[in-house]
């Protein structure tokens, strides 16, 4: 079982940036993928990117390619999302999540175990 716990998530003015971290305990981080979603009122939860167990490949959205950056640090059970360039289409709350499965389904949000409760990125125009 793992825990996931958001922080970093606030309120930012158009073309700012934010760093979202997430902190996973209980279980073997290095063994998992992990991701990030994102979910904005009245809309499906969307994908926004992954990054391998071992932190070598990753994967981000075309709506977030070139503004947001995965990472993780297994050493420090963590995975993080460096948010720049913030558009208000951009706000939402983020979640991140653990998946033991095949990288193949990383875009998929149901094929992800464990999630955290989320942190609410809000962008101003």
């Known amino acids: 079982q793992v825990q996931l716990v958001e922080s970093g998530g606030e309120l930012v003015q158009a073309g700012g940036s934010l760093r979202l971290s997430c902190a996973a305990s209980g279980g073997t981080f290095s063994s998992y993928f992990m991701g990030w979603f994102r979910q904005a009122p009245g809309k499906e939860r969307e994908f926004v990117a992954a990054?391998?167990?071992?932190?070598?490949?990753?994967d981000h959205a075309d709506s977030v390619k070139g503004r947001f950056t995965i990472s993780r640090d297994n050493a420090k059970n963590t995975v993080s999302l460096q948010m720049n360039t913030l558009e208000p289409e951009d706000t939402a709350v983020y979640y991140c999540?653990?998946?033991?499965?095949?990288?193949?389904?990383?875009?998929?949000?149901?094929?992800?175990?464990?999630w955290g409760q989320g942190t609410q990125v809000t962008v101003s125009s």
């Open positions: 999540a653990a998946s033991p499965t095949t990288w193949a389904v990383r875009r998929r949000w149901d094929r992800y175990d464990f």
């Open positions: 990054i391998s167990s071992g932190g070598r490949v990753t």
